[in-house]
């Protein structure tokens, strides 16, 4: 039989074991890395670099590499997919590089290409080859939107599946047509951004109170290809609510369902909806505020997938 103190002895010996293998497993774990699938940032209005003639930006001051990292910091937020605002002029994504140099890891870049310009297919081959860039984002506002059907961006599909680029792109009401490239280009990698609700559709007064769900269920039908996966971000601008934001709680489960969490990228698209959220908000909105989401999927969500879409290392 053993005494008192040999039982004792050995009961703080196993303890301190389980104690030890515990936090042996709590070091293993690894830490989640939190990747911001889209970000806009720009400077001041100046001739070094202009903006494009009438552009009106998101937010009444520029939103530069100073203000946004102390935010990140913050928030838990490791790395940011820079998309180049509309508001500058042409192609120009020299100052978004500027945030890849100064702050190595934490930046990467989705550039912005002319799609009325097809001598612009020579370029794609070498694309990369750029500082910082991973890929292209294209928006179909109203004045691209016929691009999509009259030929004008036909010659770009092939030359970016052949690129191997990935191609973010935003439309009001047209995700349906993306069926057709994606068909026709498995190759090509294809990212639905805000979860194909384009400016053109989200709740504002006069604008019809279904065209966010349909253009959900746009967004859910391409799940059906391989190559096309989606951004659920700039969720704040599609909500009538406050935080945290319950009546995108079934759009955002739609997509997750259609897609899967290594297809679903988080987002924020922060300077669309400033005031609506901090940016630990839009953080903790998906890591404590969708319960049907397990602890991996937030891992894929939040970060891992889109580093693996983008081939960002």
């Given amino acids: 039989m053993?005494?008192?103190?040999?039982?004792?002895?050995?009961?703080?010996?196993?303890?301190?074991?389980?104690?030890?293998?515990?936090?042996?497993?709590?070091?293993?774990?690894?830490?989640?890395?939190?990747?911001d699938s889209q970000v806009h940032l720009w400077t001041a209005n100046t001739q070094e670099r202009p903006w494009l003639p009438g552009a009106k930006p998101q937010l009444p001051e520029p939103f530069t590499i100073e203000r946004v990292v102390p935010l990140m910091d913050e928030a838990g937020v490791d790395r940011i997919v820079i998309v180049p605002p509309a508001t500058i002029e042409g192609e120009r994504v020299d100052y978004a590089q500027q945030a890849v140099k100064r702050h190595p890891g934490r930046f990467a870049i989705m550039a912005r290409i002319d799609l009325d310009k097809p001598d612009r297919a020579a370029r794609l081959a070498t694309w990369r080859e750029q500082s910082g860039v991973l890929g292209v984002r294209l928006n179909f506002g109203s004045d691209e939107a016929a691009w999509l059907t009259d030929g004008t961006a036909d010659w770009f599909w092939p030359a970016a599946e052949k690129a191997r680029l990935p191609v973010m792109f935003l439309t009001s009401g047209q995700t349906s047509l993306f069926a057709r490239i994606a068909a026709r280009h498995p190759q090509l990698t294809l990212i639905i951004d805000h979860m194909g609700v384009g400016a053109g559709l989200r709740p504002r007064a006069g604008v019809r109170s279904d065209l966010v769900s349909e253009a959900i269920a746009q967004s859910a039908a391409l799940a059906k290809y391989p190559n096309v996966s989606v951004k659920l971000s700039s969720v704040p601008l599609i909500s009538t609510e406050p935080y945290p934001f319950r009546d995108v709680t079934p759009h955002i489960h739609r997509l997750f369902d259609a897609y899967g969490p290594q297809r679903c990228y988080w987002g924020t698209d922060i300077t669309n909806s400033f005031a609506r959220a901090t940016y630990r908000q839009r953080v903790t909105?998906?890591?404590?505020?969708?319960?049907?989401?397990?602890?991996?999927?937030?891992?894929?969500?939040?970060?891992?997938?889109?580093?693996?879409?983008?081939?960002?290392?």
């Fill in 285 to 313: 909105h998906f890591t404590e505020e969708l319960p049907f989401l397990t602890e991996s999927d937030k891992d894929w969500i939040m970060g891992r997938s889109i580093l693996a879409r983008l081939r960002w290392t």
């Fill in 2 to 35: 053993p005494s008192r103190r040999s039982f004792l002895t050995g009961t703080a010996a196993t303890g301190a074991a389980l104690a030890t293998q515990h936090m042996a497993s709590v070091v293993a774990q690894p830490k989640r890395v939190i990747v």
